[in-house]
């Protein structure tokens, strides 16, 4: 296995720690048979990958161990934005045989209990690597090994992406930027979800706007999205 030191923006920012508390107490307390989550959000730049991050490392500080799957093979920019890693073999090579696991599996350093595999150089075929049986082996291995499996995927209004990721996990969390996403899109996408025969068990909600941010996660969400958890500072995609 390799290692990797990640960087956190604001990991010490009393008020984000705290709504990323709130969610990692709500994911623990939606069910002990909801072990692999897949994320994922309308658009890009909603703050997907720092929502997933974090709360990878909470769910660690309470003593977990979390595997974070970087499943977005289209435009990652995880191992770039956060890590100081190149030349990275990861999930695309694994799925299409290029590379071992091991070769692929980074232990993080700077957080005891987590690894994380990387998305690896974007291969011409996404759909066809997600959708294979390697996939879904790999997935009932995992479950095996870590308490919570994260797979952070490409946004569901242009690609499908993550309801093939969906179909071998426990359900999906949405990730929302609220001055992003209008509400008709946010409802399509619940649809889609769900028609799919994947069942949505939560929402995040990350809002952008000046007054207040807020993040929530609400079991079982369907287009009711409920009660958000707020806090009082800027959010994650401000950043």
């Known amino acids: 296995m390799n290692n990797v030191t990640f960087r956190f923006p604001h990991e010490d920012n009393y008020f984000i720690n705290e709504a990323f508390n709130a969610l990692?107490?709500?994911l623990r307390f939606s069910g002990p048979d909801r072990k692999?989550?897949?994320?994922?959000?309308?658009?890009?730049?909603?703050?997907?990958?720092?929502?997933?991050?974090?709360?990878?490392?909470?769910l660690c500080q309470d003593?977990?161990?979390?595997?974070?799957?970087?499943?977005?093979?289209?435009?990652?920019?995880?191992?770039?934005?956060?890590t100081d890693l190149s030349g990275i073999k990861g999930l695309s090579e694994v799925l299409s045989e290029m590379a071992t696991l091991d070769e692929a599996l980074y232990h993080v350093e700077n957080?005891?209990?987590?690894?994380?595999?990387?998305?690896g150089d974007y291969p011409p075929n996404p759909c066809v690597l997600?959708?294979?049986h390697r996939f879904n082996d790999l997935i009932a291995q995992f479950r095996e090994q870590y308490d919570y499996v994260l797979i952070d995927n490409?946004?569901?209004?242009p690609v499908v992406d993550a309801i093939l990721c969906a179909k071998a996990s426990d359900g999906v969390v949405l990730i929302v930027n609220r001055g992003k996403v209008r509400q008709k899109v946010l409802r399509t996408v619940a649809a889609q979800i769900e028609q799919s025969g994947v069942e949505l068990?939560?929402?995040?909600?990350?809002?952008?706007?000046?007054?207040?941010?807020?993040?929530?996660?609400?079991?079982?969400?369907?287009t009711d999205f409920g009660k958000y958890y707020a806090s009082k500072r800027k959010s994650a995609s401000e950043k």
């Open 154 to 157: 490409a946004p569901l209004v």
């Open 36 to 58: 692999v989550i897949t994320m994922t959000s309308c658009f890009e730049n909603e703050g997907k990958s720092f929502t997933v991050l974090q709360l990878a490392r909470h």
């Open 201 to 222: 068990i939560g929402v995040i909600l990350n809002d952008n706007g000046k007054k207040k941010s807020l993040f929530g996660f609400k079991r079982k969400a369907k």
């Open 111 to 119: 957080v005891p209990g987590m690894d994380v595999i990387f998305s």
């Open 24 to 26: 990692s107490i709500n």
């Open 130 to 132: 997600l959708g294979n």
């Open 63 to 82: 003593g977990k161990r979390v595997l974070v799957i970087d499943a977005d093979m289209r435009k990652s920019r995880m191992a770039s934005k956060y």
